[in-house]
């Protein structure tokens, strides 16, 4: 079909890159933002901004919240429906889970509950959780979204389309596509280091664009490439569920076997029992991790088989100095606090995983390695969205002497997509600071603020594109800057008026992540606008320009490439 | 040493090895110097030395700052930005890398 | 298949077939080779004696590379019907045999 290897290659990274770019565009910018999800957080929820904490007592502070939480009321209903026969009207929790990270200033409580006489699930359970503050024992109300890590992160790895898993699968695929667009950009272009510094933005569009693409591309190779392979890796059952198919009885009875061995009781005894003192259990932990030389805190404590004689209480660690995720955790029989295992070392291949999945999940401490990573997502941002202005530029000309309209749709999904996403994304902060605090499902509102407004920037990208048509610049482009810009300073505006938590105050206090997520908005506002005025310019110019000489001046452009 | 200067100099230090090897490029050379001539043999050698010994001496600043699997990430990172750096430089102030090579005769 | 002509000569329905069956090749074909490496790897793992979890951490781990690597073939390839064989044959033949081998191993 392509009569060298170098020209299918080209056909691979053209087509492949233009369709899944609005995919990875998405997956990468949102990537980018989950790096400083839990300081986002913080912005769009005031109550919760103030310093990170360890993990407060078991014994005093979570043991009577986590006995008063309840599961969720709409799992319960749908449990319901479930099961033979009505729900008993307090259900029998299984287990505790509590979660805390160096950069969380509240502490996540998860629980799970047994829902008996399913006929078809006889594991059946459902869910329940609890926000905390842990100074004080606080529950925080929990219809507040947590924009940063449970919306742009979900919308990172899975779109927010969890329909049947089908955001997973998309943006697996536009994974996979980023790397053959690697490979393959790397094969078609073929002086790779003798132009690895050139970008040359002041000859015409079409040289300057391909020469920022392939910038962007190469400097960050091996970020783009690692990310994507990574991040099919922490996947990867989802996408070849091996274990759960045709490999299933050897994967159980290896799970059965790794239990035994290990001495953990896989099944409740039906003995009720009183938890030991949990605190007790942590100071043992810890004195042990210290003596292994990785002293460190609590970041997931998990207990067991709730209120049984076969309860265990499983510490791991919260692994913040290193890249490796490290886990390293302890069990602990409930009911007395001896402990029962103390996991090995992880074999080669568990670490080599480890490193590779604890690079891509960034659970380290480590402020520069924080914003080269947002660096690396924006270069990959910056590639993909020149990757569609230079194939739109390439192909406008022809296409509107031909009259065919693929340019102008290319061009107008693709403003849709980069500045749509920019104003989606600053539409969700923006309601989140106008919206009434007492509203009820305040998140619900909040994310039709960002799907309507993508929705509204796509519409407008659409109607926006004619000029393409004729080989023109779309004036979306510098509509939707514009709209940006706009966007952005009103975030920053709002944060100080409806929190009076403003640029000055919290630059004197240090409190980063406000801090930091305003003067990010700030420079965004400014690049936005300045590149709404660029735009405009260069319209400007292109229409004192569009006159027969204009052909002239085409050829003398092209003849330069 | 605090990290924070470590770090700073590991960053300062890529930045210059990664400028010095693109001024050993001729085409960046002529850029740097607005001159038709490129460095010259012995020149580029000199400059490709002194890029190496940069980046060698920004990699151990990050191992001594950190923990090596992070120190090496850090490392790779700064090279990539780097890299975009000198690039961008190159493209808007190309001058302004003549300074590296104080002892070139400026054309 | 042809090597001489340039790949625009061919126009229509044929040339879409072409695509679609390329897309399809690399695609689906490529993600059913993929699946049996991992099948015949871990069967070829637990044979020389390695624990099952780590067996498909590995596999898992080298898995999205070698479809990278069948992924670009499916296009770069004279022959779609070479393709399509090796993928889909070779697929369905490594899934059968990591299977059979498994079941071997079992308890």
């Known amino acids: 079909m392509f009569s060298t290897f170098r020209l299918s290659m080209t056909w691979l990274h053209t087509w492949f890159g233009l369709v899944l770019g609005y995919v990875l565009i998405v997956v990468f910018f949102f990537g980018s933002l989950s790096v400083f999800d839990r300081e986002i957080d913080r912005w769009a929820i005031p109550e919760t901004r103030f310093a990170p904490q360890p993990m407060p007592s078991f014994d005093t502070m979570l043991a009577p919240i986590f006995a008063r939480m309840a599961p969720e009321p709409d799992e319960l209903k749908a449990a319901a429906a479930r099961v033979k026969g009505p729900l008993p009207a307090t259900l029998a929790p299984m287990n505790w889970g509590a979660y805390t990270t160096h950069r969380d200033p509240v502490l996540s409580l998860y629980a799970e509950y047994a829902v008996p006489n399913n006929p078809a699930d006889p594991d059946d359970h459902v869910h329940g959780h609890a926000t905390l503050d842990p100074r004080n024992g606080r529950l925080l109300p929990d219809d507040q979204l947590k924009i940063g890590s449970e919306f742009f992160y979900p919308m990172h790895y899975g779109l927010n389309l969890a329909w049947k898993d089908l955001g997973y699968w998309i943006v697996g695929f536009a994974a996979l596509v980023m790397l053959a667009a690697l490979v393959s950009g790397v094969v078609i272009h073929r002086r790779l280091f003798r132009e690895l510094f050139t970008f040359r933005p002041r000859k015409h569009v079409q040289r300057s664009t391909l020469d920022l693409h392939n910038l962007t591309g190469v400097v960050a190779l091996p970020f783009h490439f690692m990310f994507a392979l990574t991040g099919l890796t922490v996947f990867a059952s989802i996408y070849l569920p091996v274990s759960e198919t045709l490999l299933k009885p050897q994967a159980v009875a290896a799970a059965m076997a790794d239990a035994a061995a290990k001495g953990l009781p896989f099944k409740p005894a039906g003995v009720q029992a009183p938890l030991a003192s949990v605190d007790a259990m942590v100071v043992e932990a810890k004195r042990r991790w210290a003596a292994r030389g990785m002293p460190g805190e609590v970041g997931y404590l998990y207990v067991n088989h709730v209120g049984d004689r076969n309860s265990t209480v499983t510490l791991y660690r919260a692994g913040s100095d290193r890249v490796t995720l490290v886990g390293q955790p302890i069990h602990f029989e409930g009911s007395t606090g001896r402990v029962l295992l103390e996991e090995p070392s992880p074999s080669a291949v568990a670490s080599v995983n480890d490193f590779l999945t604890g690079l891509h999940l960034q659970h380290f401490e480590h402020w520069l390695l924080r914003w080269f990573y947002v660096f690396g997502g924006l270069c990959g941002c910056a590639c993909i969205a020149t990757g569609f202005i230079f194939f739109v530029e390439k192909r406008k000309r022809q296409h509107a002497k031909a009259g065919t309209g693929g340019a102008r749709w290319a061009d107008a999904v693709a403003v849709a997509t980069v500045t749509g996403m920019l104003v989606a994304t600053l539409a969700i902060l923006v309601a989140n600071r106008l919206l009434p605090a007492d509203l009820a499902q305040r998140g619900d509102w909040e994310k039709a603020a960002f799907w309507g407004a993508w929705v509204l920037a796509a519409a407008h990208a659409l109607w926006r594109s004619a000029p393409v048509r004729d080989a023109r610049l779309s004036s979306a482009w510098a509509e939707q800057c514009s709209a940006v810009a706009a966007l952005a300073f009103a975030a920053v505006a709002l944060n100080w008026i409806t929190t009076g938590d403003h640029l000055v105050r919290t630059l004197a206090e240090r409190f980063w992540p406000v801090a930091g997520l305003d003067l990010a908005l700030l420079v965004v506002g400014m690049i936005a606008g300045a590149a709404a005025l660029a735009l405009r310019r260069r319209a400007g110019a292109a229409i004192a320009k569009s006159d027969p000489a204009a052909s002239t001046v085409d050829a003398a452009e092209a003849a330069n490439a | 040493m605090p990290e924070a200067l470590l770090l700073a100099a590991a960053l300062l230090f890529s930045a210059g090895g990664i400028a010095w090897l693109a001024l050993a490029m001729e085409v960046h050379w002529q850029q740097a110097h607005g001159s038709a001539t490129g460095p010259g043999r012995r020149t580029a050698t000199a400059l490709r030395v002194l890029g190496g010994a940069a980046l060698l001496a920004s990699l151990v600043a990050c191992l001594v700052a950190d923990h090596a699997t992070m120190a090496v990430l850090v490392w790779v990172m700064s090279l990539a930005a780097s890299a975009l750096l000198v690039a961008l430089t190159l493209a808007w102030r190309p001058r302004w890398l003549a300074w590296l090579a104080p002892w070139a005769r400026r054309a | ?107």
């Open chain 3, 1 to 107: 298949m042809d090597n001489v002509e340039n790949h625009s000569q061919q126009s229509g329905p044929m040339r879409t077939l072409q695509i679609v069956s390329r897309v399809a090749a690399g695609v689906l074909g490529g993600w059913s080779f993929t699946w049996g490496f991992v099948v015949l790897g871990i069967a070829l793992a637990l044979a020389a004696g390695m624990p099952y979890a780590d067996a498909q951490t590995l596999l898992y781990l080298v898995a999205f590379l070698v479809y990278l690597v069948v992924f670009c073939w499916s296009f770069a390839a004279a022959s779609i019907a070479r393709v399509w064989l090796v993928l889909l044959g070779g697929g369905a033949a490594m899934t059968g045999l990591g299977w059979w081998m498994a079941r071997l191993q079992a308890v």
